[in-house]
């Protein structure tokens, strides 16, 4: 159980693009997902975090209208990139937290989406 | 601030060697400490976890133990198998959700 997707797996596209990239939770129901970016060799850098039906929070240094973050349902978050340039090109990773299991809030995490903007 | 520091890879052992994954951290406040593994073509799944001091998480053979003392939280493997050639991360979790994560490092396990 606690299985996450993210679709595509990899993109390329033209600068000055927009990228949409999917992220749902297959066998439950996702009270936040979370966006993290990661580059070549360095940390996972959370993004934003959002909740369902409310509008995301973006970490500082994020711009939020570049990043549009939709969270419609409890299952199903969307990344889109606008505009996309080369410097956006990275690897982007979503997380959900299962809202029946309050532990400790745990995090499941999806494969990933490799973003190449040429 | 917080951040997690951890050793950079990659990591080559030979099958049944000893494995040892430095990771040491910096907080405010009492985090709980988490190792995850990345297996290729996979998402981060959670490998095991500490939330105070002293606590050991262990799991399929891996252990770490929460050293507030010195700020570390090594992962060790007694045994590695080639099954555990991954890449691992280091992390740590304050508050309701915020997650820092280390770099990474990168472990091949050769026959």
């Known amino acids: 159980g606690a299985v996450v997707s993210q679709h595509p797996s990899w993109v390329i596209c033209k600068s000055g693009t927009s990228v949409k990239i999917e992220c749902r939770s297959l066998?439950?129901?996702?009270?936040?997902m979370f966006w993290y970016r990661q580059f070549p060799k360095q940390s996972l850098m959370l993004m934003a975090t959002?909740?369902?039906?409310?509008?995301?929070?973006?970490e500082q240094g994020v711009e939020k209208d570049k990043f549009l973050i939709n969270h419609a349902s409890l299952t199903l978050s969307t990344l889109t990139v606008t505009s996309a340039h080369p410097e956006d090109s990275s690897f982007y990773i979503c997380?959900?937290?299962?809202?029946?299991?309050?532990?400790?809030?745990?995090?499941?995490f999806g494969p990933g989406t490799r973003l190449t903007v040429l | 601030g917080n951040s997690v520091t951890q050793m950079e890879g990659p990591v080559t052992l030979s099958e049944e060697a000893f494995l040892t994954i430095n990771c040491t951290y910096t907080?405010?406040?009492?985090?709980?400490l988490f190792w995850y593994v990345q297996y290729p073509g996979e998402g981060l799944q959670l490998l095991l976890k500490?939330?105070?001091?002293?606590d050991k998480g262990s799991n399929k053979g891996f252990e770490a133990t929460y050293r507030k003392e010195t700020t570390s939280f090594h992962l060790e493997k007694g045994s590695v198998q080639v099954s555990d050639s991954a890449v691992y991360f280091c992390?740590?979790?304050?508050?309701?959700?915020?997650?820092?994560f280390g770099t990474g490092t990168r472990l091949t396990v050769i026959p």
């Open positions: 500490a939330t105070k001091a002293d």
């Open positions: 907080a405010t406040g009492y985090p709980s």
């Open positions: 992390a740590l979790q304050t508050g309701a959700n915020n997650l820092f």
């Open positions: 997380s959900a937290n299962d809202r029946d299991r309050h532990s400790y809030n745990e995090q499941f």
């Open positions: 959002s909740n369902e039906g409310s509008k995301a929070t973006y």
């Open positions: 066998d439950f129901q996702a009270t936040t």
